[in-house]
């Protein structure tokens, strides 16, 4: 299995949204929605944002949103904050019970 | 609160093995598989396997498969990552992560919550 594909980082400034993609392929995003994405600050233990592609749990705001196209899945948030600044990685189930993550995409709040 | 605490950093020499702990706590043990997911400097995470706390099945990545084992201990509500034949590449943060109620639909869900994560440093 190859590692999801994402860009290396995205930026934006406060208020604004961002995007960020999360491309893999038939066998995975494709073939299932279930996708799930992770928040990780430096130094801290990574935190689950969306699941199952565009569930959010609870304590997790509104701000945060994903969907699903095709082969690539996306997150976005909206409202920027500089709280947002940190490492987002998607991760897709793959069937026969294994999973697979993206390379991560580094958030800058300008 | 559900939490997981995982053991502290390790350093290792080449072919070396080394064993991860990760202490659950919160919740029912037996009731959720449990993930095992490594963070090399610079890269993104990558999922090594999962067991079934429940039974003990694992299932493990190709990539890991013949040198990988978890193990979990009802008793101390403990789950255990060994990974044997060291190299340099393994040098890399490895976490814990709680994944989704057994007999639930594989895959649903998320990882949630990690464990603080564990320094593994193989170097001669």
């Known amino acids: 299995q190859s590692a999801l594909t994402q860009p290396a980082s995205v930026s934006g400034s406060p208020r604004q949204s961002i995007t960020i993609s999360c491309t893999g392929t038939?066998?995975?995003?494709?073939?299932?929605?279930?996708v799930s994405w992770y928040q990780h600050h430096p130094d801290r233990a990574p935190k689950l944002i969306i699941y199952?592609?565009?569930e959010r749990p609870s304590g997790v705001s509104s701000r945060f949103s994903g969907s699903k196209s095709g082969n690539t899945a996306s997150l976005t948030i909206s409202g920027l904050q500089a709280e947002d600044e940190a490492y987002y990685y998607c991760?897709?189930?793959?069937?026969?019970?294994?999973?697979?993550f993206g390379g991560g995409t580094k958030l800058t709040v300008l | 609160q559900v939490q997981l605490v995982q053991s502290g950093a390790e350093v290792k020499k080449p072919g070396a093995s080394v064993t991860v702990s990760c202490k659950a706590s919160?919740?029912?043990?037996?009731?959720?598989?449990m993930h095992w997911v490594r963070q090399a400097p610079g890269q993104g995470p990558e999922w090594m396997g999962v067991?079934?706390?429940?039974?003990?099945?694992?299932k493990y990545a190709v990539k890991f498969q013949g040198r990988v084992t978890m193990t979990r201990d009802t008793s101390t509500t403990t789950v255990d990552m060994q990974l044997s034949s060291l190299r340099s590449e393994d040098t890399a943060v490895y976490y814990c992560?709680?994944?989704?109620?057994?007999?639930?639909?594989?895959?649903?869900?998320?990882?949630?919550?990690w464990g603080q994560g564990t320094l593994v440093t193989v170097s001669s």
């Open positions: 067991i079934n706390p429940s039974g003990g099945t694992t």
């Open positions: 991760c897709s189930y793959a069937g026969l019970s294994t999973w697979v």
């Open positions: 038939s066998s995975d995003v494709g073939n299932y929605n279930l």
């Open positions: 992560a709680r994944g989704i109620v057994v007999n639930a639909p594989p895959g649903s869900f998320g990882f949630d919550p």
């Open positions: 199952e592609g565009s």
């Open positions: 919160g919740y029912t043990f037996t009731s959720y598989y």
